[in-house]
């Protein structure tokens, strides 16, 4: 079962729902305007080395998170939003022994200019800054990336905000058309991550 749906927006008015139930702002007449927001979108995501589901580390792909047992993603807001929770470490928890890979793509259309935000927030490690990597593409192109901030605490040091190049939030010029979102994200190591996560947001306003 996959996510998908369409929004619309207007710069200003009253919130709503579409007949379909999406979320909406029409006018003060209450109306949607020629000029409002509309896209379709679907998510689709891969895991491995989680062991939470009973998988012991094995590579899975699926369209809705709630269709196989302890996915380390969530959808939310519509599908406007994700959250990917890495699985306890090894050595401070005691628990999954992998190094654990995560991605979610997502298709986008859009029927006329748009600008697109995407703002992300997460936590890693306090040991080494090479682990808990996040990349970020649309379109095949980067648009940010991210790290565990190191500090060389081991397990005593907990997790803090992972440090972003460039920092977030980024906008891009999507044209009228299907457009891909890429997430690709790893602990890169079985060692020193517990409570660490990702969180993504997207949001749309035509261009100038």
Avoid at 140 to 148: C, F, I, K, T
Avoid at 150 to 155: E, N, S, V
Avoid at 165 to 191: K, R, S, Y
């Amino acid at each position: 079962m996959s996510t998908s749906g369409k929004a619309v927006a207007t710069s200003s008015g009253k919130r709503g729902l579409l007949v379909g139930g999406k979320a909406a702002v029409f006018d003060a007449e209450g109306k949607c305007a020629a000029c409002c927001i509309e896209f379709t979108q679907r998510w689709s995501f891969t895991d491995a080395g989680f062991i939470d589901g009973g998988q012991n580390g094995a590579y899975r792909a699926y369209d809705d998170p709630d269709d196989v047992p302890a996915s380390p993603w969530t959808i939310l807001n519509e599908g406007l939003g994700l959250r990917l929770d890495w699985e306890d470490d090894q050595n401070c928890m005691g628990h999954n022994p992998y190094t654990q890979y995560a991605t979610a793509t997502c298709e986008i259309t859009v029927p006329q200019a748009m600008i697109m935000t995407v703002n992300w927030s997460g936590m890693g490690e306090t040991q080494d800054p090479n682990y808990e990597l996040m990349s970020l593409y649309v379109d095949g192109g980067l648009v940010g990336s991210a790290h565990a901030p190191g500090g060389k605490l081991g397990c005593a040091g907990g997790m803090a905000p992972v440090v972003s190049n460039p920092p977030p939030p980024q906008q891009v010029l999507l044209e009228p058309g299907p457009h891909t979102l890429f997430i690709d994200a790893t602990t890169n190591d079985p060692l020193y991550h517990f409570g660490a996560w990702y969180r993504f947001d997207l949001s749309f306003a035509p261009a100038p």
